[in-house]
């Protein structure tokens, strides 16, 4: 039973770090250092290989755990009862668990707060957009920090961080902030600022 409990901690691991590079960007946002956001970025291109190890380890764990054992006729004592840590059930909820890993991505904006603000803007002239870009994002919970850095920032009219387009657009008011103090915000997430144009 000992080979079952290492696949299990093999699958919890594996789908752990298939989602570590989306995960950090929010736990950053809950322990407030948004620095180390990028530390796991690197992690990103073997994500495919993580949740393929994930699957694999945890489909020979219940492959383990189901198939059909031979009895041998004997007058033995019954088999006692599996510990829990060796039962179909922990053997379920770690799956579970994987899953949840597994779709971080999918939904890891639901902990990012939003940010509605009532911008009352004066001096249309004084409008301006500039289009950042930006290296190490990859994921949405990537732009989601990113946005999230950005609306801290007094006269923010929109910010729209995207990791596919490696970019993000905001619109401001240059007369409450201006672009160095918003590519400082985003520096500070721990991506870089590369490039800056004006639109």
């Not at 956001?37 to 993580?50: D, G, L, M, N, Q």
């Not at 590519?183 to 500070?188: D, F, G, M, Q, R």
């Amino acid at each position: 039973m000992k080979t079952d409990n290492k696949l299990i901690g093999a699958g919890v691991l594996t789908a752990i770090a298939a989602s570590l590079c989306c995960i950090t960007p929010v736990l950053a946002l809950i322990t407030g250092t948004s620095g180390l956001v990028s530390t796991f970025s690197w992690f990103e291109p073997y994500r495919p290989y993580f949740i393929s190890l994930t699957i694999l380890v945890l489909g020979f764990a219940w492959y383990q755990k189901l198939k059909h054992k031979t009895q041998i006729d004997c007058n033995c004592a019954t088999e006692e009862k599996p510990k829990f840590i060796q039962s179909k059930m922990f053997l379920g909820i770690v799956t579970a668990f994987a899953i949840v890993m597994l779709a971080f991505p999918f939904y890891s904006s639901i902990f990012y707060p939003k940010t509605e603000r009532q911008i009352i803007v004066v001096d249309k002239s004084k409008i301006q957009k500039v289009e950042f870009t930006i290296s190490g994002m990859t994921c949405a919970s990537c732009g989601e920090q990113v946005n999230h850095e950005v609306n801290k920032l007094t006269g923010i009219i929109s910010s729209n961080a995207s990791y596919e387009n490696g970019n993000a657009i905001v619109e401001f008011d240059n007369s409450k902030t201006n672009i160095s103090e918003i590519e400082k915000a985003i520096n500070s997430t721990g991506y870089s600022v590369t490039d800056k144009k004006e639109n």
